[in-house]
Every structure is written in C-alpha cells, then in structure tokens.
C-alpha cells in the first residue's frame, strides 16, 4: 500500500481525531518534495477537498474546515496527519489521503484507502 491512513474513528460532536498517512517509503523515496491533500467523501455526495500542504509547508483549507482542521507533516516519517477539532455532523465522511508530485501541475497521482470517521450529534 503506497499510502495508508489511519486513525478514523467514532467521535461525538465537539470532540477531536487526529488522522494518519503514512506513505510507502519504497514509492516516495523524495516524499518532502510531494504535496500532500486530504479529501473526504460522505455517503451519497462526490469526494471534496478538505487540507493540502506543499512541500515548502504552506497549507490550503476549504472552507468548511478552515479554523478547525489542521494538517501538518513529519518529512522524516514520511507522514501526514490531520488534527480535527470541533467536530460536527457534517464532517463525517471516508477521509483519504492523496499525493502530488512536483512535476505535476493539477490533480493527485497516488491515493491511499479511505478511513471512516463518523461524528454524532
């Protein structure tokens, strides 16, 4: 798996989940120079963006998630998380995780398998 998420879960409303990808080090051998998304798909609607970072740091929200969410990343773990605060309802969604390379002008190249998280009110 070239990319694995983690850390999906059952969470009341107001509360927090940190998510996970780990991406294969076999596949991004120059994973610091990737921007790295998150995305979420909710039952009967089309996958949207949630998060990206660039290789240099810098971060992108929608925003529906924007003062809330913040993804961050470890270069040296080959990892990128998302730290979701003040969840609603709304949020939940199979959240997946989507790299980029440098090379590329628009879109992901690699997708990793969702991860469900699931907020109740």
């Known amino acids: 798996v070239q990319l694995q998420a983690s850390g999906g879960g059952l969470v009341q409303a107001g509360g927090s989940v940190r998510l996970c990808c780990e991406a294969?080090?076999?596949?991004?051998?120059?994973?610091?120079?990737?921007?790295m998304g998150w995305f979420r798909q909710a039952p009967g609607k089309e996958r949207e963006f949630v998060a990206a970072?660039?290789?240099?740091?810098?971060?992108l929200y929608s925003d529906s998630v924007k003062g809330r969410f913040t993804i961050s990343r470890d270069n040296a773990k080959n990892t990128v998380y998302l730290q979701m605060n003040s969840l609603k309802p709304e949020d939940t969604a199979v959240y997946s995780c989507?790299?980029?390379?440098?090379?590329?002008?628009?879109?992901?190249?690699?997708w990793g398998q969702g991860t469900q998280v699931t907020v109740s009110s």
């Open positions: 970072i660039k290789s240099g740091g810098s971060t």
């Open positions: 294969d080090v076999r596949t991004f051998s120059s994973y610091s120079s990737y921007r």
């Open positions: 989507a790299a980029r390379r440098s090379t590329t002008p628009s879109g992901y190249d690699y």
